[in-house]
């Protein structure tokens, strides 16, 4: 089931307005000279799956990063599900991010030392849930994922589309309000890309969570409920489209 | 290629430059303590290397005239230093002439060594000045000292009057063996473990430096293959780098030594400064730092590449590179045995001379320490895998994973420290048997501290005649605050020791001990008599039974003795036996002189000192004790100071050696702590990001030290203190004292204070994390 949000070409409207959980409002981000965001407004709905499209340089990962509390704005507002994000401190950004947030980045996310276990249990540990659990949990999601039999391996022994598919379990098993992704199929084949977007949309929609996806790959953005286009720091563009499948 | 790696180390960014910063810095460091104990070792060497000109011997008869020379040499004292004099007079145009002197003294002057120069030019004459005989001429040459602050003093006599003193003898060379005292041979022995403990922890911190940031450096080289460099090309880029860098801290290292030379110098080490001019690395020492050092770097960060293959996609795949298995263990089980049994055979008589002892333990101490290092990535592997198996919380789960699956790389940080505790814990189980000797004067005794010792006895029957005893008395008598306690030698003991023991009068003459009659109340039994007037002027000494005017003592052993433990008051009691209340007519063995200050005191030893010289040698046809050599007037305090000088230089070159083990092992954990985050700054940011809080990682940094450390740290106490345990068996037995002294207190607070300077080291690097894996510096697509 999917919750597709129609929403308006105007301004958004108050903090607080109905469905919308993560919000960007007129934000501007610059490093040193480059000014990567000049502006750029984003309004999320609850359990919506956008796409964020865009030429290399434009602007996309500097907006997923103030979206997700990594990155503070020079200016403008980040709401998340009626949170000033861009006001909260370092600790409870921190904290936002590993309870409600989950992330998926090209490639080298997996710490090399860690089973594939390991790895997909560890934001659990870190959130203080006992160890039996996590492992459970971390098992389930990877035979979910189609990952069954290595849980044992490495980083280093995985093909580049079962370290995604880690990386997504890992994203996935905190059961994050919001997903964020950044290109997570880039350094993949376009067979093996599909299979692990396929993956994503799936999993997001059964757990109910909202999808932030970036990517500049036209055949991925089309498993987006809604895309957006960012042109030199501003989101230009906000498309709708129907819903995939 | 070479300019490419060049331009690479100098112009490749700041990255680099750290990289290169650091590795400089660490090099330098390592150079540095390395030069100094190179000098050191040279000094100590020249030192101890030095002409024993004070052994020089008298000539055979047949010597030709004119190469003859008379010959006096003698010990002295001001205020606890010994000072060593010779006395001279030319016989021959080519008399021999003493190292450090470009001249003999003419008659009537004297040459004084800088320090003891110094002194006279401060001290009151009647303190010191006058126990040389002479206008002062000139300075000794450090040719014949063994440092600056030795004091020596050669006097130039007439040949007539320096044949009527007592212990003249004529030389015809001055001996140039070398200086051989009773101890070099142990510091020797300290000197090579000190050496090997030193120079162990700075090949580990060196290689570590040179090797820092391995996985960064790693992915540039992938890079490098990718547009078509061969791997040998960048294996010399890899080389060139570790080199500029080794030869930058090199060049760091000599100009920080240089620098510090003269300060090094000023140090008093092992009791005693070194010249400026003997404590130099020699051109050796730096030839071989500055061509070793930058070629062990070289190998050593060859050596790190062997695994890597660099193909054009990157740094090979990482899998799980061999753990380390038992094998490991084999050089520690081994070093135990080769230092442990060549020991074995020795029972409190371990010294310089001793052939018994094998170089085997240098071998045997070389492989536990090598074997320290080696096990301990194999320690780390099974303890990070105890605690991976039973993990709760994230940080210690990444901990654990990490030491299991680079336990040589997370050792290798700490690896220096489980050195500093491996000899700490030697040391400290070998000390305390030193620090058993070492003792100041006490209980009754103390009282004593400023009591000296004239021994007059040159054997039996040999002691001061009575008449000059008195005088001597009178003269000291004669300065304010001095008062003199005469022991007199019992005449029947003298008897007995020449004639074997019978009962024998305490009457009589003491030059004709065979015609004394045997009377029974001799009481042989006792050396001494002392009268119970002068006692009551050191109470410490014992106190008469009431009515009695003079005592037999056994007193010889309490007032002679070297060793101030076995210093046993009173030596009168009650019980005492009264002896005939005339002393007039003994001659006494030993006096005590005591004075109430040190100025007083050191005018009465001025006093004491003309006094011997002047006495004809035909009063007793003998040589005193003092005359010959063996022993000079010194308080008891000095006595008992002597004896610590040599403890405290001991523990005071245990401390240096550990302090210094310990520096460089900080070093080493900072290099590699900071390293290990730098490099895995990818896996780090990332879960920052997730929203791993800063808490988290900073705990993981911590769990991947103190984990090996302190596993590593308690296999390396237990090892140093059970290799101690034959080796203190093993050394000389000072006294009947308890062999073995399970380390104290001090140890403990000093281990704890290590583990403190690990933490403070590797919370030092935690803003380091905490810079690297800012989430505003994230670049992550
Ligand atoms: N950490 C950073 N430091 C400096 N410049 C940055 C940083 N991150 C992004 N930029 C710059 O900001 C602009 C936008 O970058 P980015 O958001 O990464 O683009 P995109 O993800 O769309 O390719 C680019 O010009 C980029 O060079
Ligand atoms: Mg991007």
New binding site residues.
């Given amino acids: 089931m999917s919750a597709v949000h129609v929403p308006s070409l105007t301004l958004p409207g108050p903090p607080d307005g109905p469905g919308y959980l993560v919000e960007a409002r007129d934000v501007v981000k610059s490093?040193?000279e480059?000014p990567?965001l000049r502006g750029a407004n984003l309004s999320v709905a609850r359990g919506e799956i956008v796409a964020v499209m865009?030429p290399?340089?434009?602007?996309?990962?500097?907006l997923l990063h103030c979206l997700a509390g990594i990155f503070k704005p020079d200016s403008g507002e980040v709401w998340c599900d009626g949170q000033r994000v861009d006001r909260l401190d370092e600790t409870k950004r921190t904290k936002l991010r590993r309870q409600c947030f989950g992330f998926v980045f090209q490639f080298g996310q997996l710490v090399p030392e860690l089973s594939t276990a390991d790895n997909v249990a560890l934001p659990l540990l870190l959130n203080r849930v006992g160890r039996k659990q996590a492992y459970e949990r971390a098992v389930y999601w990877l035979a979910r994922l189609g990952l069954e039999g290595l849980e044992g391996r490495r980083s280093g022994e995985l093909s580049g589309g079962q370290a995604q598919r880690v990386a997504l379990a890992r994203a996935l098993v905190t059961k994050p309000t919001v997903i964020f992704a950044d290109e997570p199929t880039g350094s993949l084949d376009s067979l093996t890309g599909e299979m692990v977007m396929d993956q994503m949309v799936d999993s997001a929609r059964a757990e109910g969570a909202t999808l932030v996806l970036?990517t500049h790959d036209a055949r991925v953005a089309a498993f987006a409920d809604r895309e957006v286009v960012?042109r030199d720091g501003l989101v230009l563009d906000h498309q709708i489209v129907g819903v995939a499948g | 290629m070479v300019r490419l790696g060049l331009q690479l180390t100098l112009r490749a960014g700041r990255e680099a430059i750290v990289r290169l910063v650091l590795t400089a810095a660490a090099v330098a460091i390592g150079v540095t303590v390395l030069l100094a104990v190179f000098a050191g070792y040279h000094a100590f060497q020249a030192t101890s290397g030095r002409a024993c000109w004070e052994c020089t011997q008298a000539a055979p008869a047949r010597s030709p005239a004119s190469h003859l020379e008379l010959w006096n040499y003698s010990e002295n004292i001001y205020q606890g230093r010994f000072i060593e004099e010779v006395d001279v007079a030319a016989l021959g145009p080519d008399a021999p002439l003493l190292p450090g002197l470009t001249k003999l003294p003419g008659a009537g002057q004297f040459y004084a060594s800088p320090a003891l120069a110094d002194l006279l030019k401060t001290v009151p004459r009647d303190e010191l000045g006058q126990r040389f005989a002479g206008t002062e001429v000139g300075t000794i040459g450090y040719q014949a000292l063994s440092g600056p602050t030795d004091l020596v003093a050669i006097v130039g006599y007439s040949p007539p009057k320096l044949a009527a003193l007592p212990g003249t003898i004529k030389v015809d060379h001055i001996s140039t063996t070398k200086d051989v005292q009773g101890t070099t041979g142990i510091y020797r022995l300290a000197f090579g473990i000190g050496a090997i403990i030193v120079l162990f922890p700075l090949l580990v911190l060196i290689n570590t430096a040179t090797r820092l940031a391995a996985a960064r450096r790693e992915e540039r080289f992938a890079a490098m293959r990718l547009v078509g460099a061969t791997p040998r090309q960048v294996n010399l880029i890899a080389t060139v780098e570790a080199v500029v860098g080794a030869l930058l801290g090199t060049l760091l290292g000599t100009g920080v030594f240089l620098a510090w030379r003269p300060v090094l110098a000023s140090i008093s080490f092992s009791g005693q400064r070194f010249f400026l001019q003997t404590l130099t690395p020699t051109a050796l020492g730096y030839a071989v730092l500055i061509v070793g050092v930058p070629m062990a770097a070289a190998v050593a960060s060859l050596w790190s590449l062997r695994r890597v293959r660099l193909s054009p996609l990157g740094v090979s795949r990482k899998v799980s590179p061999p753990a380390p298995t038992f094998w490991r263990l084999v050089p520690l089980l081994a070093g135990i045995p080769l230092f442990v049994v060549p020991l074995l055979g020795i029972r409190n008589s371990l010294n310089s001379n001793n052939p018994q002892i094998s170089p085997l333990i240098f071998v045997g101490l070389f492989l536990i320490m090598a074997g320290l290092v080696m096990s301990g990535s194999w320690l780390t592997m099974q303890v990070a895998r105890a605690l991976g198996r039973t993990a709760r919380g994230g940080s210690a789960l990444l901990a654990a994973r990490r030491l299991a699956d680079s336990p040589k790389t997370a050792f290798r940080a700490v690896s220096g420290l489980v050195l500093a505790v491996f000899v700490g814990s030697l040391l400290a189980a070998i000390v305390p048997v030193f620090s058993y000797a070492e003792s100041t004067l006490g209980g009754n005794a103390a009282s004593l501290t400023n009591v000296m010792r004239a021994p007059y006895d040159a054997g039996p029957g040999l002691e001061l005649p009575p008449a000059r005893a008195t005088t001597l008395v009178r003269e000291l008598g004669a300065y304010k605050g001095v008062s003199v306690v005469p022991i007199y030698a019992n005449p029947s003991f003298n008897a007995q020791l020449m004639f074997g023991p019978a009962p024998s009068s305490p009457t009589g003459s003491h030059h004709e001990p065979a015609e004394q009659g045997q009377s029974p109340g001799g009481y042989a039994q006792y050396d001494s008599i002392i009268s119970c007037a002068s006692l009551r002027q050191m109470p410490a000494l014992g106190k008469c039974a009431p009515g009695v005017s003079a005592v037999y003592a056994n007193a010889n052993n309490d007032i002679l003795t070297d060793n101030p433990l076995e210093i046993d008051m009173p030596v009168v009691t009650a019980n005492n036996p009264a002896a005939p209340s005339n002393t007039a007519g003994l001659g006494v063995g030993t006096l005590l002189v005591k004075a109430n200050s040190s100025a007083t005191l050191e005018k009465a030893r001025t006093l004491l000192t003309l006094f011997d010289a002047t006495m004809p040698m035909s009063s007793a046809g003998g040589l005193t004790a003092w005359q010959m050599g063996q022993l000079e007037p010194e308080t008891f305090g000095e006595m008992a100071e002597i004896r610590n000088n040599d403890v405290t230089n001991a523990e005071t070159v245990a401390l240096a050696v550990v302090g210094l083990t310990l520096l460089v092992a900080a070093c080493s954990l900072a290099v590699t702590a900071g390293g290990s985050i730098v490099e895995r700054k990818r896996p780090f940011t990332l879960l920052r990001l997730s929203g791993a809080p800063g808490r988290t990682l900073y705990r993981v940094i911590l769990l991947e030290s103190l984990l090996p450390l302190v596993t590593a740290a308690l296999v390396a106490a237990a090892t140093g203190v059970g290799v101690a345990i034959p080796l203190v068996k093993a050394l000389p037995k000072l006294r009947n004292e308890p062999n073995l002294a399970l380390p104290g207190p001090v140890y403990y607070v000093a281990m704890g204070v290590g583990l403190l300077v690990a933490l403070a080291v590797i919370s030092s690097t935690l803003p380091v994390l905490a810079r690297v894996t800012q989430p505003d510096?994230a670049?992550f697509?």
């Fill in positions: 490093f040193g480059t990567a865009g290399s340089g434009s602007g996309k990962s500097t970036v960012v | 510096n670049r697509e």
